[in-house]
């Protein structure tokens, strides 16, 4: 509550006490770091990497929709002014890549075991779309074979139906070159 109520000095209080319990779970099963990793705005302290680093807050909990905190970074929504848009918004992809490699380093899991793979971090990461995620994600490992729309489509068969969507043909570019090195 101290945190979304910008009680800054309130949290670092009680982030410095041994007894509080960081993975504690809300009525919706979040916890802070998933609730941080999904409304964190790219000026504030970076508080999410001393939840991660110093306090080893669980990266696996899972919350009522059966989401993890890889989740909550993946759909990440950032709220700023449209005339700043494309100054902050490499900012925010730095800041998103350098939790995401945390997450990775304690051994965060990039699949998921959902019955609906459509649901999995890097699904919701293409969809949403937040591509610079989908690519991390691949280059660690998960599983691209997963993505999959309603029509039961494939990650390619969704970049390539829109060919003058320029970010999307780049993105598939940079797939390609991707999936090129691991063969």
């Not at 910008?6 to 670092?12: K, L, P, R, S």
Request: glycine share 2%; hydrophobic share 35%.
């Amino acid at each position: 509550v101290a945190y979304f109520k910008g009680h800054n000095a309130c949290v670092q209080l009680l982030f410095a006490r041994d007894d509080i319990d960081i993975d504690f779970q809300d009525y919706q099963g979040q916890t802070l770091l998933m609730k941080m990793n999904q409304e964190m705005h790219p000026d504030e302290p970076l508080d999410v990497e001393f939840l991660i680093t110093k306090k080893n807050a669980k990266l696996d909990l899972r919350d009522r929709k059966e989401w993890t905190a890889l989740h909550y970074l993946v759909r990440r929504n950032y709220q700023h002014p449209k005339d700043e848009h494309d100054k902050i918004h490499e900012r925010e992809k730095s800041l998103d890549l350098k939790i995401f490699r945390m997450m990775k380093e304690r051994n965060a899991k990039l699949d998921d075991d959902l019955e609906e793979p459509q649901r999995a971090p890097i699904s919701l990461a293409f969809f949403h779309p937040r591509y610079h995620m989908v690519k991390a994600l691949i280059e660690a490992g998960a599983d691209a074979k997963v993505i999959k729309d309603g029509y039961d489509h494939n990650m390619v068969h969704c970049l390539l139906e829109d060919p003058w969507n320029t970010t999307k043909i780049d993105f598939f570019k940079e797939i390609v070159s991707i999936i090129d090195k691991d063969h």
